[in-house]
């Protein structure tokens, strides 16, 4: 098996997906560059899982098209398309040996026995099972099951790979060792992958890019960073990690609140909208006062989360979380105490809708 196939650009024009009077998909467009982990990220029924299905050739779309490599494969069969799928509940065969379950889909591509051998063992040493080939599923571990279901979607070296849920059975640790796993995985054969989940810190960590979708439709889309840093909308700065997110009036470079409190901001424009402050952004104690923006706020709940301490705030009948980090010079401070709370100009986020 090469480790660095010839890598696949896919592109989604238009795509809508009808199941009767029901929308699935709504008018969604989305490029994912050849080489590039794009997640597509949101809450359950949202229509990400119907747009992976979509591209391996489960579903016909309604309206819209498909292309892979500038191919259109809107209406060519799954077979056709050299796609690899990896599911959340492994798919394996327990009656095979991890080798024979690596080797099934190029039997049924008629490949030279000779061949299949040297593949697939090519294969377990790329996802770190080389020993495992004649153990059985059950002999092995859920983050090994895994690696199995990765090593039998890559080893007929698929154009795309598309995974879905594919950690969602896994507990926490694990998870998280088999996040780290797949990452290193892509960065070693360069597949085009197309990954869904609904788990916010795993897109994070993973993706080139993150497409966050709402009731069928495309809510953002964009690098992780930016993704989180400027989210467009009230919805994707919720959903895409903690946000105090309130309703404020802009006028020139403050922002007015329900409560009375005016904030200073920068560049914004004059209308009805929201902001957001990121909790981490938010500063507690006496260097809060040098911040551009600062107020009195009294604790209502401390949450100690390990890397940190989470505060629920109360200014003025306004409730604010913020979150501190948790090391040596880091103060604690307890139920009922008042505090300053502060953070820039620049830590509030403009979200117009």
Known sequence: MSNNPTMKSVELTNIVKKFGSFTAVDDVSINIKAGEFCTLLGPSGSGKTTLLKIIAGYETPTDGSVKIDNRDVSHVSVEIRNIGMVFQNYALFPHMTIAKN?????EMRKIPKKEIKERVQETLDIVGLSELGERYPRELSGGQQQRVAVARALVFEPDILLMDEPLGALDKNLRQSMQFELKKLHRRIGVTIVYVTHDQEEALYLSD???V???GSIAQKDAPEKLYNAPNSAFVADFLGECNIFPAKIDGNKALLDNGMALKIYGKNNFLQKIGIRPERLIIGAAAKNCENSFEATIDEVFFLGQ???Y????NGQIWTAVSQNNLNTEEYKKGEIVSVGFDANDIISLTK
Not at 102 to 106: D, H, I, K, R, S
Not at 312 to 315: E, F, K, P, V
């Open 312 to 315: 629920i705030l109360n200014a």
């Open 213 to 215: 979708f709402n009731e």
């Open 102 to 106: 690596v080797a099934f889909p190029l």
């Open 209 to 211: 890019q993150i497409v």
């Open 308 to 310: 940190g301490f989470k």
